[in-house]
């Protein structure tokens, strides 16, 4: 089983739709949670971070239920500009650093 | 402009040849990372460096051998090259006391025929 599970999609929405994605993890021992977004053949560049108590930014917002071990990540008012990968990301911490985990990426197309 | 240069950018190589990737970074980070992506399979970790002076392996090390030259630069090589290893490479670095994540570097897209 992966560390970090996403439906790879991709979802393909009109432009002003809400979507959302889902993402789960299986290390109960996660502390930290992160969205990434990436662009077609460039580098992962981080989106948000995700609190326990939930959190906006902007269109965006992030939920975390540890109980259920998921993050959510909710985009309202879709843009063409948002067409990209999503990746998940957990953070595991050792003694002097953090590794981040990453799910394979949920892809959204928005469409005019 | 702040951040973690990889080079090279493209390569192509033949089985069994050696390369090193190159990646530094200037934001004085304490923990640098290589991954590799590949479609499907998302971004693994095949060597980290917590600290300079330290490496340690990650999900994916076999085939790779890592330096932790000095602060600044983590190097990855491929001893001998296999069709198996063409993937996107992708160096970060990150700080411990940083909670934003990792800064990545733009890629390395290696093809091994």
């Known amino acids: 089983r992966k560390e970090v599970e996403q439906d790879p999609g991709p979802f393909n929405v009109p432009e002003g739709a809400t979507v959302a994605f889902n993402c789960t993890y299986s290390?109960?021992?996660?502390?930290?949670f992160f969205w990434y977004r990436q662009d077609c053949r460039k580098e992962p560049k981080l989106l948000m971070s995700v609190y326990s108590s939930g959190n906006e930014d902007g269109r965006f917002t992030a939920q975390l239920n540890r109980a259920s071990q998921y993050i959510s990540l909710l985009i309202r008012d879709s843009k063409l500009s948002d067409s990209a990968t999503y990746l998940c990301?957990?953070?595991?911490?050792?003694?002097?650093?953090?590794?981040?985990?990453f799910g394979s990426g949920t892809r959204l197309l928005v469409r005019p | 402009n702040a951040g973690v240069t990889q080079t090279p950018k493209f390569q192509v190589l033949k089985t069994g040849q050696s390369m090193t990737l190159q990646c530094a970074q200037d934001m004085n980070h304490n923990s640098m990372y290589w991954y590799r992506q590949d479609p499907g399979m998302g971004l693994r970790l095949i060597y980290y460096s917590a600290s300079e002076g330290t490496t340690d392996k990650g999900e994916v090390p076999n085939g790779y051998n890592v330096s932790r030259l000095n602060k600044r630069e983590f190097s990855l090589r491929l001893e001998s090259a296999a069709p198996s290893q063409t993937s996107v490479y992708f160096c970060a670095s990150s700080e411990v006391q940083d909670y934003r994540g990792y800064t990545f570097g733009s890629g390395t897209r290696l093809t091994v025929v």
């Open positions: 990301v957990v953070i595991l911490w050792g003694d002097s650093s953090y590794k981040l985990i």
């Open positions: 290390n109960s021992a996660s502390q930290s």
